[in-house]
């Protein structure tokens, strides 16, 4: 069993940065891939970005490439989402997720077996 616990939304303006964290209990990280997905209002909830289980695959939504940069610290069983440059339409809250398998490439909303509970980001225009 994995706990998943999101830190760092906030509001911020236009143009500005947050750093999202993701803090995992109960079984190490060092081999599970994570993810970061989103949902606005109104809106189904989409994937942001992803780390393999080893740290050397990342992926990106294309809406968030270049500005998004996901990393990972496993002796602190922690991830990270760094936002640059956020838009309005980065408003959302979003959800960090991890796969009940090991070694796993790249965890997708299919495959995620652990979610946490999400924090709010706000971009005001």
């Known amino acids: 069993q994995v706990q998943l616990v999101e830190s760092g939304g906030g509001l911020v303006q236009t143009g500005g940065s947050l750093r999202l964290s993701c803090a995992a209990s109960?079984?190490?990280?060092?081999?599970?891939?994570m993810g970061w997905f989103r949902q606005a209002p109104g809106k189904e909830r989409e994937f942001v970005s992803a780390?393999?289980?080893?740290?050397?695959?990342?992926f990106y939504a294309d809406s968030v490439k270049g500005r998004f940069t996901i990393s990972r610290v496993n002796a602190m069983n922690t991830v990270y989402l760094q936002m640059t440059s956020l838009k309005f339409e980065d408003t959302a809250v979003y959800y960090c997720?991890?796969?009940?398998?090991?070694?796993?490439?790249?965890?997708?909303?299919?495959?995620?077996?652990?979610w946490g509970q999400g924090t709010q980001v706000t971009v005001s225009s």
């Open positions: 997720a991890a796969p009940s398998k090991s070694f796993v490439v790249k965890v997708t909303e299919e495959t995620a077996a652990y």
């Open positions: 109960g079984r190490a990280l060092r081999y599970l891939a």
């Open positions: 780390i393999s289980w080893s740290g050397a695959d990342t």
